[in-house]
C-alpha cells in the first residue's frame, strides 16, 4: 500500500523525534544508519500491507504510520533491542511530536471527533465493518452514547495492526501501539476510557470517549 501525504507526514514528525532521542543516547551516527535501514524495512512493509480504505482513510494512516514503527522495531530488535525499549521510545516520540502541533490544530480536531457528522461516520463505519470485514483490517461495534459516562462509543473486534505485528513475530510491540491512544485523547483534550485490548488478550477494544474530562 502507498504512502499517503498525511501518513508521511505523521512518519516525519515520529521519525524526527527517534532521531533525537536516539542521538542522545547512541550517537548521531548510529542513529542515522538505524533510521536509514528503518526506512528500507518500512519500504518491504508497505509493499505487503492491505488494503484497508483509500489513502486518506484514519485508518490507512494509522496501519502505514504503525509499518514505520514496525519496521523500526525489526531493525533494534536485530542489535538486541526489546519491544520495551522500542516501545517505550516510540510513546515518548509521539507523545512530543502531538505536543509540538499548535493549540488551534489540536482544538480543531477535538472539536470534529465529537461532531454529530463524526458520530454518524463512525457509526456507518462500524456498521459496514461488520457487514464486510476487510482482511487484515480492522472491525468494531459501534456502542450508543449515554452522554453520561461517555459521549462516543466503539468495541474494536479485530484489529490491523495486531494482525500485522502478530505477522511479523512482533506482536511484543503491539500493547504499546495501543497506549498512543491516551497519549493522543491527552493532547486533544478529552478523556479515553478503556479496560481491555485484543494486543493485551482482551475479547475486544472498549473505547469510550468523553469530550470533557470526568473523575
Known sequence: M????ASRWLIAGTRK???QLMEAEVGAGTARETLARTQRRFSEICRELPRVGSLLNPLSIILIWASWCLALYLVLAESGRSAEWVGERILQAFERQLRSYPRLLTSLLNR????????????R?????????VPG????????????RFDLGMDYT??????LFTRYQAAALAPYMCQTDPIMSGVLGHQLSRTKTLAEGGVC???RYSATLRD
Do not use: H, K, Y
Open 205 to 207: 477494544c472498549d473505547f
Open 137 to 148: 483490517g480492522w472491525s468494531a461495534r459501534f456502542v450508543e452514547r449515554d452522554g453520561t
Open 17 to 19: 523525534e527517534i532521531r
Open 158 to 163: 479485530s484489529c490491523g495492526i495486531c494482525t
Open 112 to 123: 470534529v471527533w465529537f461532531s454529530r457528522l463524526n458520530a454518524r461516520v463512525v457509526r
Open 125 to 133: 463505519w462500524c456498521n459496514a465493518s461488520q457487514a464486510r470485514p
Open 2 to 5: 502507498r504512502a499517503s501525504i
